[in-house]
């Protein structure tokens, strides 16, 4: 019984001190990266709510037709892209 506790007690120093395994009360959550309207391929951009494939394509069209995009704003200006659609996922979309 004693050779138990000891060997129980072994296994949850163990734990206890391997990373990840410790609880620090902090809660993590991973945020996916940004997408880059200015290089996203179109299976990229497809990940963004409400991007389907053609305004993927469109998006890129439109892009390798006009240069890149200067801001988020300009983004309405490709078919099937609106002013809804753009605040929605604003949060998820950067221009560099």
């Not at 940004?34 to 069209?61: C, F, M």
């Not at 200067?70 to 490709?78: A, Q």
């Amino acid at each position: 019984m004693k050779r138990f506790i000891v060997i129980s007690l072994m296994i949850a120093v163990a734990f206890a001190l391997t990373p990840g395994y410790v609880f620090s009360g902090e809660v993590k959550s991973e945020v996916a990266p940004k997408v880059n309207i200015n290089s996203a391929t179109a299976d990229e951009l497809v990940v963004l709510e409400g991007i389907t494939s053609e305004s993927a394509e469109s998006i890129i069209k439109y892009r390798m037709t006009n240069g890149p995009f200067k801001n988020l704003d300009e983004l309405s200006k490709v078919k099937g892209i609106d002013v809804e659609l753009i605040k929605s996922i604003k949060e998820k979309i950067i221009v560099e």
